[in-house]
């Protein structure tokens, strides 16, 4: 069956160090797709990354970089040099291409703290 | 540009109340979806609309309603609101085509607590 796990309930972090939030994900499918999403202390989701199974390529954007390695169905999120606003809880989220339409299965978040 | 607009931003309701969240979009996306969120889990898909006139079941509908009559608007009813109900509840929308692929878009929620 189909799952994400999200091991780190918390972490807590000083500004300017790197943190990896780790997400593990279960399909059977073939084709899917993997996504981040913040949600700051105000409560919206703020979509970060999307990545499909066929692309292993990591990704870098800015201070943020993704690693996905199917071989350990991980999709796992570094923030560099971590600052104040980092400070939010994060979803990994997995979408298949032969599941309910449209339905994107989350983790259970990572509650993140950069503290000055 | 607006996005995703739900309303109200919070409720409080008695056991055996009934509700209409609302949520709109001004993107033209074809796709809408309600999920509920509960603390320490992640969201969960309650219903979904791939376009004006169809509505499906996600992961846990029991207790809501839904429909579509415009591509806008895709109000989520609590027919008899019961305190399991309590929670915080996001629309999101998202173009149709491939669903999976597509990047769904969130409103800014709905905290709803049931007494």
């Known amino acids: 069956a189909q799952k994400v796990t999200q091991a780190q309930t918390e972490i807590s972090v000083v500004e300017k160090e790197d943190v990896t939030l780790d997400c593990v994900y279960e399909t059977r499918d073939t084709t899917y797709y993997l996504f981040w999403y913040k949600q700051p202390p105000s409560g919206e989701l703020v979509f970060l990354i999307r990545r499909n199974s066929f692309d292993e390529q990591n990704e870098i954007s800015g201070r943020y970089s993704w690693n996905f390695q199917k071989s350990t169905s991980s999709f796992n999120f570094t923030i560099t040099a971590s600052q104040v606003v980092d400070s939010a809880v994060y979803f990994c989220?997995?979408?298949?291409?032969?599941?309910?339409?449209?339905?994107?299965?989350f983790g259970k978040g990572t509650k993140l703290s950069v503290k000055p | 540009n607006a996005g995703v607009t739900q309303t109200p931003k919070f409720q409080v309701l008695k056991t055996g109340q009934s509700m209409t969240l609302q949520c709109a979009q001004d993107?033209?996306?074809?796709?809408m979806s309600w999920y509920r969120q509960d603390p320490g889990m992640g969201l969960r898909l309650i219903h979904y609309?791939?376009?004006?006139?169809?509505?499906d079941q996600g992961e846990v509908p029991n207790g809501y309603n839904v429909s579509r009559s415009t591509t806008e608007d895709f109000p989520l009813r609590l027919l008899s609101a019961a305190p399991s109900q309590t929670s915080v509840y996001f629309c999101?929308?998202?173009?149709?085509?491939?669903?999976?692929?597509?990047?769904?878009?969130f409103g800014a929620g709905t905290r709803l607590s049931v007494l």
């Open positions: 609309s791939v376009g004006a006139g169809i509505t």
């Open positions: 993107m033209n996306h074809e796709y």
């Open positions: 999101a929308s998202s173009y149709s085509g491939a669903i999976a692929k597509n990047i769904q878009y």
């Open positions: 989220a997995l979408s298949e291409a032969g599941g309910s339409q449209g339905n994107l299965i």
